[in-house]
Nanobody, 123 residues
Framework: QVQLVESGGGLVQAGGSLRVSCVAS????????MGWYRQAPGKQRELVAT???????DYADSVKDRFTISRDNGKNTVYLQMDRLKPEDTAVYYC?????????????????WGQGAQVTVSS
C-alpha cells in the first residue's frame, strides 16, 4: 500500500509564512511528479504547484513569486514554502504524487493523495 501523509499548515496572519510537507511511503517503485492542490470552501480544487522527479517546477499564476515547491527524492518528500500569504490563500492543501507502486503491472503509474492540511490566513 501507498500512503501520503501531510504535515504543517495552520493559522497565520496575512503577510506571514507557512510550510507544508508531504511524505510518500509504502510499496513505491518510483515517483514521477509530486505537487500540491488546494480547495477553498465552495470552490473547485485547483493546482498550486508541481515538481517533476528531475526538479522542474510549475506554479499557478496566483502563487508565483510567493510559493516555492521543492522535493527530497531520497526521502520521498515534497514541500511547499508559502510566503507573503494572503487571505485568499485560505484553503485545504492536498499533496499528490504520481507514482509507480511495486505492485503495478506494466509499470503503470497512479495518482495518490494526502489527507489535506488546513491553511488559514487571517486579514
Amino acid at each position: 500500500q501507498v500512503q501520503l501523509v501531510e504535515s504543517g499548515g495552520g493559522l497565520v496572519q496575512a503577510g506571514g509564512s507557512l510550510r507544508v510537507s508531504c511524505v510518500a511511503s509504502g510499496s513505491i517503485f518510483s515517483i514521477n511528479d509530486m505537487g500540491w492542490y488546494r480547495q477553498a470552501p465552495g470552490k473547485q480544487r485547483e493546482l498550486v504547484a508541481t515538481v517533476s522527479s528531475g526538479g522542474r517546477t510549475d506554479y499557478a499564476d496566483s502563487v508565483k513569486d510567493r510559493f516555492t515547491i521543492s522535493r527530497d527524492n531520497g526521502k520521498n518528500t515534497v514541500y511547499l514554502q508559502m510566503d507573503r500569504l494572503k487571505p485568499e490563500d485560505t484553503a485545504v492543501y492536498y499533496c499528490y504524487a504520481n507514482l509507480i507502486p511495486t505492485t503495478s503491472k506494466y509499470n503503470s503509474s497512479y495518482n495518490y493523495w494526502g489527507q489535506g492540511a488546513q491553511v488559514t490566513v487571517s486579514s
